[in-house]
């Protein structure tokens, strides 16, 4: 079984940073690939930023610039800096985690942005 973790979000205004972290624990013998998603209301969810273990990262295109995804392999964690925060990146954001062919999912953090 594993378990995902995810902190530091909340309410900020626009032009305003916050830094998201999430943390795997328990059975992670390969991990394909790892990030963040959201998924505001009423819409899809959407990626935000994805890092795999071939070292590639992937950004949705509404945050490129603004965003950045960093990994710890050695903790099992991934993190996501988030600069220049607009109102439409109000969503809830939810950490991705593939291990082998599986996908797992955290419970999701809220971050809300005010004009």
């Known amino acids: 079984q594993v378990h995902l973790v995810e902190s530091g979000g909340g309410l900020v205004q626009a032009g305003g940073s916050l830094r998201l972290s999430c943390a795997a624990s328990?059975?992670?013998?390969?991990?394909?690939?790892m990030g963040w998603y959201r998924q505001a209301q009423g819409k899809q969810r959407e990626l935000v930023a994805v890092a795999t273990s071939g070292g590639n990262t992937n950004y949705g295109d509404s945050v490129k610039g603004r965003f950045t995804i960093s990994r710890d392999n050695a903790k099992n964690t991934i993190n996501l800096q988030m600069n220049s925060l607009q109102p439409e990146d109000t969503a809830r954001y939810y950490c991705y985690l593939r291990v082998g062919i599986y996908d797992y999912w955290g419970q999701g953090t809220q971050v809300t942005v005010s004009s």
């Open positions: 328990g059975s992670i013998f390969k991990i394909e690939a």
